[in-house]
């Protein structure tokens, strides 16, 4: 014969709740770094029925049943990002480079805009300056009030500098495959000995070694999450910003809001355009008010419906 209630009382008493981070998320698995230590997890079913997928970076209410882990619940986020997939993050590190491969400027203005849209600080890290000094890109960037660390994984240019631009917060390192952020890892943490691949000569680009996000700790309040690299392709899946917001999302824009002769001004051909006529003047840099025209096309495309 069963006791319904002294069964439930029995699961109650063997059930432990704890709070933590998730760390590491991979095929449906999510290791969650507690002050017990870290318990790999399954998501309970009620979170994918609303729709909410834990990120590495998310804080999270856990249970353990049965010695099994189980997401029950996502604590309220201060920001998310679908490419990379990561969540409660201060600042990106956007990793570039000007040979093998080179990195078009509209893919780090996609990151920048996406993260400015958060509110989400860039910093952008030109790596393998030790074979090109990407002098124009660095140029560009610092023009539009970026920070910029020249750096080089192989001889350590830049290290330490990128080390204290991220000490005390959670950063993730995101830039197309190939581009060092693993190795960057590597020279700033050398026991975690991460996988890197090399770059196709042929293709001029690099071959996937990071394929989920995993949070690393550098320092003890230093963590920084290392996610897979993407193409041009890639961009298609990234986050979308609604075309009314996208002016905002360019911080280098924002001494020329509100000066346009006509109050909705979209920046594109209007007469009296404060924006373009600052890009005409050398004001802002022209590779930046093209990726804002590209992305503006990309906005126009949204229908707010698809959103909900």
């Not at 480079?97 to 990195?103: I, K, S, W």
């Not at 320092?219 to 690299?229: L, R």
Request: include cysteine; glycine fraction near 8%.
């Amino acid at each position: 014969m069963e006791f319904p209630i002294l069964k439930t009382m029995w699961s109650i008493l063997i059930m432990k709740k704890a709070e933590g981070r998730i760390v590491r998320s991979l095929s449906g698995f999510y290791d969650v770094q507690t002050s017990q230590g870290v318990v790999t997890c399954r998501g309970r079913g009620a979170l994918r029925r609303t729709g909410e997928s834990p990120l590495t970076g998310d804080l999270v209410e856990i249970s353990l049943e049965h010695g099994k882990g189980m997401v029950e619940k996502i604590l309220p986020r201060k920001n998310r990002f679908i490419r990379p997939a990561v969540a409660n993050v201060d600042a990106l590190v956007v990793f570039a480079a000007n040979v093998n491969p080179v990195t078009e400027p509209f893919l780090i203005d996609r990151v920048a805009a996406i993260a400015g849209d958060q509110e989400v600080s860039v910093v952008l890290c030109i790596n393998k300056c030790d074979l090109d000094p990407a002098l124009d890109l660095r140029r560009i960037y610092e023009h539009a009030g970026f920070p910029v660390i020249c750096a080089s994984a192989e001889t350590g240019e830049g290290v330490e500098e990128l080390r204290e631009l991220i000490r005390g917060k959670l950063v993730a390192f995101t830039g197309n495959t190939g581009v060092g952020k693993s190795s960057m890892l590597n020279r700033l943490c050398p026991e975690l000995k991460l996988a890197t691949g090399e770059v196709s000569e042929k293709l001029g680009r690099g071959r996937h070694t990071t394929r989920h996000v995993e949070l690393f700790r550098l320092e003890e309040d230093t963590y920084v999450a290392d996610t897979p690299g993407f193409s041009s392709f890639d961009t298609e899946q990234m986050d979308v910003i609604l075309k009314e917001n996208l002016q905002y999302a360019f911080p280098d824009m924002a001494p020329y809001l509100g000066q346009c002769q006509f109050h909705d001004c979209s920046h594109r051909a209007e007469p009296g355009c404060a924006v373009r006529q600052a890009v005409e003047d050398g004001e802002l840099e022209q590779s930046r008010y093209d990726s804002y025209l590209r992305l503006y096309e990309k906005s126009s495309e949204i229908k707010l419906w698809e959103l909900k």
